[in-house]
């Protein structure tokens, strides 16, 4: 099966573990260039990238002028961009009640999920702007869905990125010709 894949340039945020790991490697066997980003695993990325002839990018997508930046930067070490899976994000391992978990956690998972996701998010789709094309995919999570007890921080990031934001970008993003999934 053709998935269209083949010569485009994509970057997966978190790409240097977990799910965003996969999607690397997944994206590389369909033959995309990939762009592997991590935060704090260089090393990860590296080797990731260097396995996949693709390169390793970093940026703390928490901050604005990061996110911003990391885009072009993609775009030139790919010499395009067509594709940006947004699968940055953590899941704090402590299990905390909402009665108990300090504001500074609850910030922090927000920041590291749904504002590194926007930053993103907003980012691709001003590049995306400018060549009419494009897709970008949000990763969510089942506890955005359904909760999840002791991460209320974690499911209420994730559910705001599976309802307001994924489907406000799809309506948004249409209009210049972007997928958004």
């Not at 053709?2 to 010569?7: E, F, I, R, V, Y």
């Not at 775009?75 to 947004?86: H, P």
């Not at 494009?134 to 955005?144: D, E, K, N, Y």
Request: hydrophobic share 50%; glycine share 12%; with cysteine.
């Amino acid at each position: 099966m053709d998935t269209g894949l083949a010569g485009k340039g994509a970057l997966v945020t978190g790409g240097s573990g977990g799910i965003g790991a996969v999607v690397c490697r997944a994206l590389a066997a369909e033959g995309c260039r990939v762009a592997v980003h991590y935060h704090t695993a260089a090393a990860a990325a590296g080797e990731l990238a260097r396995a996949l002839g693709g390169v390793a990018v970093g940026a703390d997508l928490r901050r604005e002028e990061e996110a911003d930046r990391l885009i072009p930067e993609a775009a030139a070490a790919l010499g395009r961009l067509d594709v940006c899976v947004a699968s940055a994000g953590i899941w704090p391992s402590a299990d905390v009640p909402v009665w108990e978990m300090p504001l500074a956690r609850w910030e922090e998972t927000l920041a590291a999920n749904l504002r590194a996701t926007f930053l993103t998010a907003r980012a691709f789709l001003r590049h995306a702007a400018t060549t009419r094309s494009g897709s970008l995919v949000l990763i969510g999570s089942t506890a955005g869905v359904f909760g999840e007890a002791g991460h209320a921080d974690y499911a209420a990031a994730k559910g705001a990125i599976l309802t307001g934001l994924l489907l406000s970008l799809k309506n948004e993003a249409a209009r210049i010709g972007v997928r958004v999934n």
